[in-house]
């Protein structure tokens, strides 16, 4: 009577798995006000157990085109390129003890903390987007991130990102700018180049579930906090301080092409 015989059925995953997409759609450029027919291919690879842990790395490149059939003379309107990495590591890694020291501060619970370092996964991400329209500006950017996933009930999700630098560097033609980012502050400004980083909070999503009632009916709650570029300017500010005002200066990152300065 104190003992139960039960058997444990495992269906085996495949350690490699590819994949390849390919779709078509239409759509109406509002900079050359003429309809365009998009093509766009994607390759997708999954590799189970990579460091024979458990970890599980995918990574995807996609490619696509946008044609304007009504000139052929120019009928390759937008290029848009991506490929992007994200390795999943099945534990929960808490790296300069960010999460230890808030419980022990008290501002995260025991509770809190247990869920963390019995579920979450960690989540590594490198991806690179390059995108033109052709005669009016390219774009390249690049974007990294390190967090991760806790799922801590069926309803209950949180996805932390701890580490995060995003990249943008636009280039736009002389046409383009004559004909519409003269005309907007605004537009223009977006056009900028552009530099976000952050070393401790990047951003958090949570969402919940609720249970169904008796008439099937339920309610979700989504809700995202995002926060970039704190470490620097308070690097920049305390480097300041000790400057006379005739001295302070702006934190330079010089690229083969590119300076940002904040």
């Given at each position: 009577p104190t003992k139960i015989n039960y058997r444990l059925f495992l269906t085996p995953n495949k350690r490699y798995e590819s994949g390849l997409g390919l779709e078509?759609?239409?759509?109406?450029?509002?900079?050359?006000?003429?309809p365009l027919l998009g093509v766009a291919g994607s390759i997708s690879n999954r590799h189970r157990n990579l460091f024979k842990g458990a970890e599980l790395l995918i990574a995807n490149v996609e490619g696509g085109v946008d044609l304007n059939l009504r000139n052929l003379d120019s009928i390759v309107n937008t290029l848009d390129f991506?490929?992007?990495t994200d390795l999943y590591y099945p534990k929960f890694v808490d790296y300069f003890s960010i999460w230890r020291t808030l419980n022990k501060l008290g501002i995260t619970n025991d509770a809190f903390l247990t869920a963390q370092q019995e579920k979450a996964s960690t989540k590594v991400t490198?991806?690179?987007?390059?995108?033109?329209?052709?005669?009016?500006?390219?774009?390249n950017s690049f974007n990294a991130s390190i967090g991760y996933d806790l799922?801590?009930?069926?309803?209950?999700?949180?996805?932390f990102n701890h580490v995060g630098i995003d990249y943008l560097s636009p280039r736009t033609t002389e046409f383009f700018e004559e004909e519409f980012l003269a005309e907007s502050e605004f537009l223009r400004r977006?056009?900028?180049k552009q530099f976000f980083t952050s070393f401790f909070f990047r951003d958090l999503?949570?969402?919940?579930?609720s249970l169904p009632n008796r008439f099937g009916e339920s309610f979700s709650f989504i809700t995202r906090m995002e926060l970039s570029g704190a470490e620097v300017a308070a690097t920049n500010a305390l480097i300041n301080s000790f400057r006379d005002e005739a001295d302070r200066r702006s934190f330079a990152l010089r690229f083969p092409n590119d300076t940002i300065s904040f």
């Open positions: 078509s759609n239409t759509s109406n450029s509002p900079l050359i006000d003429q991506r490929i992007q490198l991806a690179y987007n390059y995108l033109e329209r052709i005669n009016f500006y390219t774009i799922q801590r009930s069926p309803r209950l999700r949180y996805i977006s056009f900028d999503s949570f969402s919940y579930s």
